[in-house]
């Protein structure tokens, strides 16, 4: 035989689908190393394996992610710790996966870089828990992912247990066991008897309950390593809310200074003695007064929708904005402006004043028709001034400026 056939004879070898029980060869046992499932043949001679009710061993499928070469739960170590007492089948997350969980009871495919082991017989066709599927999202979590693996499958298959005869498979037949003198039903009996043969060796039973131990401890030790990761995530997530709580606290104080300066600027805008020099008359020198407020606070892009309405000074307006202490002018000013503009700026509780304090009580109305408003220009206190104007359609005539416990209109 040549060379090239040589080639052409090793590459037939390494595509054809190597899925089932173990060979024998020279009446060895020869373990079959992992191997990989990509072509839809192998795919399909998987998965009637793995439904296969008479598999006598459990089955490792590990899922290649995709964009990736090589797995990351760790095959090779498995092979050599678990030895031959599991198949280790590799596939690439992709169309082969994907037709893999089409042939598979719901809820038992594996995909995305995980690992499930499947146990021998039906049960865990009906119950998915029983064949867990061990997460690894990334590299990182390959040795962890591994470590469940390699537990799973010693607790399942303990170690000293008597070789069984192992059936047919859909890639290859096994030779069976023979024993002489039998005929060939006979032999089939003996057969099913071996396989469902389950010895009572204390040794055996030991390894098993050892085996349950470790599994048990690397349980524990996953445990304590995830309360450790939880634990630094808390400790992440509470720092970065301290430093979310200190960066709105810096956030608020510059409010605050912006806003005392925003006043500042305010209260530059308008020269010093305007307000007794303008004018002669103290109506138009209050009107003056109320159209600068109004060009001051109103954006330009907003004074063609919110212009000043028309309104009237009433007879007790300017006498009791002059009589009454405690009160700055330019606020009374910046008050009148929202409401002639119908701005609305927090905390001015507008409400129509109330002929008595009951809930029910009707609205003070004047013989014109004419509602009575009261709007806060102060608050916190008994003495907290307040603004009154009588309101009817759109037109506006300033009462009187109070205090919080006068009612009268």
């Not at 039998?182 to 003996?190: H, I, R």
Request: proline share 7%.
């Amino acid at each position: 035989m040549n060379q090239a056939q040589q080639l052409a004879d090793r590459a037939e070898e390494v595509r054809r689908p190597r899925i089932g029980p173990d060979a024998l060869a020279g009446g060895e046992r020869v373990r079959v190393h992992p191997q990989l499932v990509s072509s839809p043949q192998a795919v399909e001679l998987l998965a009637e394996w793995l439904l296969a009710p008479a598999r006598s061993k459990p089955v490792i499928v590990i899922s290649i992610a995709s964009g990736h070469a090589e797995a990351w739960i760790d095959a090779s170590r498995l092979a050599a710790e678990i030895g031959d007492r599991a198949e280790i089948y590799l596939i690439p997350t992709g169309k082969a996966s994907w037709a893999l969980a089409d042939r598979l009871p719901a809820r038992t495919e594996v995909y995305g870089g995980a690992g499930r082991l499947y146990p021998v017989g039906t049960d865990w066709m009906l119950d998915p828990c029983r064949a867990p599927l061990r997460f690894a999202w990334a590299a990182t979590g390959g040795p962890r992912a591994t470590d469940a693996l390699l537990d799973d499958v010693l607790t399942l298959a303990p170690v000293d247990r008597p070789e069984r005869t192992q059936p047919s498979s859909p890639a290859q037949v096994v030779a069976s066991v023979t024993q002489p003198g039998l005929t060939g039903s006979d032999q089939a009996a003996a057969s099913t008897d071996a396989v469902h043969e389950f010895p009572t060796d204390p040794a055996a039973e030991l390894s098993k309950l050892q085996l349950l131990v470790r599994a048990v401890r690397r349980e524990k030790d996953l445990l304590g390593t995830r309360l450790e990761e939880t634990e630094t995530e808390l400790t992440a997530v509470e720092a970065d809310r301290d430093r979310q709580r200190e960066r709105c606290g810096k956030v608020d104080q510059r409010r605050r200074e912006l806003e005392k300066e925003l006043k500042a600027v305010r209260a530059r805008s308008v020269p010093d003695g305007l307000d007794q020099d303008a004018f002669c008359d103290p109506g138009e020198q209050f009107r003056h007064d109320a159209y600068l407020a109004w060009v001051r606070r109103i954006p330009k892009s907003e004074k063609a929708t919110r212009p000043l309405a028309p309104y009237v000074i009433g007879p007790d307006f300017l006498p009791s904005l002059n009589t009454i202490e405690g009160m700055d002018r330019a606020k009374v000013v910046d008050v009148v402006v929202e409401v002639l503009t119908g701005f609305r700026s927090p905390g001015r509780d507008l409400h129509q004043l109330r002929v008595d304090s009951g809930g029910n009580s009707r609205a003070v109305v004047r013989a014109d028709g004419a509602v009575c408003w009261r709007v806060a220009l102060q608050k916190g206190s008994p003495a907290a001034r307040r603004l009154h104007f009588w309101r009817s359609g759109q037109a506006v005539e300033l009462s009187r400026v109070v205090v919080h416990d006068d009612m009268t209109p």
